[in-house]
């Protein structure tokens, strides 16, 4: 499995109304150090039909510019329809929405 393979594997369990951190999705694809490489596989997305790539964010809640058409942003209207809340400063309220997967121990 290649390296986007992983990514796009642990962007596909990110469950509806929750977001992950490009790091986060870093480590649980094998290798914490790997944001910047997240971020990059997102952008080449060869179907995004099929990758949730609008639940991922940045540490702080900030979302991409990449997806904006015409001031519009596809990311926060995407996760707004799946009920994400945002701070007043337009950030994902990552306490309520960041997700926490559980490991194979129970634990999180």
């Known amino acids: ?20 951190t490009y790091g986060q999705v870093a ?8 944001a910047r490489v997240v971020g990059y596989a ?8 099929f990758v949730p790539w609008h639940r991922v964010v940045a540490k702080d809640g900030r979302i991409s510019t990449a997806s904006d058409i015409n001031g519009e942003s596809l990311q926060e209207a995407l996760l707004r329809s799946e009920g994400v809340t945002f701070t007043l400063d337009g950030r994902v309220d990552l306490q309520k929405h960041l997700w926490k997967p559980v490991d194979r121990t129970g634990f999180v």
């Open 1 to 20: 499995m290649t390296t986007f393979q992983k990514i796009y594997e642990v962007v596909g369990q990110i469950p509806e109304g929750f977001v992950a």
């Open 42 to 49: 997102l952008h080449v997305l060869p179907d995004p039909a």
């Open 27 to 34: 480590a649980m694809a094998g290798n914490p150090r790997w």
